[in-house]
């Protein structure tokens, strides 16, 4: 899949470089996680945060303790493109995830 995450560099603060399937590459500011309750709150633990690694078999980068984020919202946030459809039509019901990605800065 065209988002799924191949490589994943520590860049400094809560940025991350991160390298796509499809051969793009951009810089996540994962600092826009801190302000979050529940998991994303263990983010606050820089030592937590550098710990990351990518999954090479699902194509996500993860964390201790199961954590990840979808790898379609680290791509939109790295190539500055929208969601994809599904993701923003799926949960419009809700509401829930657009409100989460308006307030994170993402295009929806």
């Known amino acids: 899949m065209t988002s799924d995450i191949v490589s994943a560099s520590y860049r400094g603060g ?44 699902l194509g996500v980068l993860t964390w201790e303790d199961e954590i990840d984020i979808a790898p379609e919202t680290l791509y939109a946030q790295a190539t500055g493109t929208p969601l994809p459809a599904w993701m923003t ?3 419009a019901d809700e509401g829930e995830h657009v409100e989460t990605a308006l307030a994170l800065g993402m295009k929806v």
């Open 14 to 57: 809560y940025e991350i470089e991160i390298a796509f399937a499809a051969g793009q590459r951009g810089v996540v500011d994962f600092s826009r996680y801190l302000a979050r309750r529940g998991v994303f709150a263990r983010f606050r633990d820089q030592a937590f945060f550098r710990a990351f690694q990518v999954n090479e078999e």
């Open 89 to 91: 039509e799926a949960e």
